[in-house]
């Protein structure tokens, strides 16, 4: 997950930016998505980096049972602010999540890959403490339509720059617009290698989404069922 020093000292500013700033309306159509996605609980809910908790009430009105965990005690605080204190909040890695085997019934994904020093290992131990036959859902950034070398023109055909197979961390490029990224930059996963982080993990994935109806997504959705257990070594 993103270190603490990418969002500690702008959480509020980035919580106004995703609530009521020109990334809103992302927020709600990727926690609306979450939601149809996820299903109605009971059951124990995680939130794998919450970040200032825009996904937490909507999920505990879904009648979850949500424990949100972050690396940003920032981020944390100001989540703290909006939720009761029915739900637990904990700063944690997503890499090195301190929950045993099978704690949750659900988790979810929301806005975060593009945070995470390795999708792959915060994907594996989500399905490690996923009960099996537990429910996962990733909402982000589509890392074809919406990356750092795509261009977004609005009224004209998005402009494709080189570096789409690059994987790794970037400070700046044509896609990264005067928003959240140029404050905290992007960890960048091709399609193909997000895809194979959550079927790697061990879900089985029943529902692929391009939310919205944009000819060039800005969201892509993928969810499905904890089927393996974690491979030991």
């Keep these: 997950m993103a270190g603490p020093t990418r969002y500690d000292g702008i959480a509020a500013w980035y919580d106004d930016e995703v609530r009521s700033g020109p990334a809103a309306g992302v927020t709600a159509v990727a926690v609306a998505t979450t939601a149809e996605l996820l299903g109605p609980g009971p059951g124990r809910c995680l939130d794998l980096g919450c970040g200032t908790g825009v996904a937490l009430p909507t999920l505990t009105a879904q009648g979850w049972d949500v424990v949100g965990i972050d690396v940003s005690l920032d981020q944390l605080r100001v989540a703290r602010e909006r939720v009761g204190p029915e739900t ?7 890499a090195s999540l301190p929950f045993p085997d099978g704690t949750f019934d659900a988790v ?10 390795d999708v792959g290992a915060a994907y594996r131990e989500a399905a490690r403490v996923l009960r099996p036959g537990g429910r996962f859902v990733h909402v982000g950034t589509h890392p074809c339509f919406c990356a750092p070398g795509v261009e977004r023109r609005d009224g004209s055909p998005h402009r494709l720059h ?9 400070e700046d490029g044509p896609g990264f617009g005067a928003g959240i990224r140029p404050r905290v930059g992007v960890n960048h996963v091709p399609l193909a290698g997000l895809l194979q982080a959550v079927l790697e993990a061990g879900i089985a994935v029943d529902a692929v989404v391009e939310p919205g109806d944009e000819d060039y997504p800005t969201l892509l959705a993928v969810a499905g069922w904890q ?7």
């Design 108 to 117: 979810v994904a929301v806005l975060v890959h593009t945070d995470l020093d």
């Design 162 to 170: 080189a570096g789409y197979r690059a994987r790794g961390w970037r």
């Design 227 to 233: 089927r393996l257990a974690r491979m030991r070594d």
């Design 88 to 94: 637990e909040l904990r700063q944690a890695d997503a």
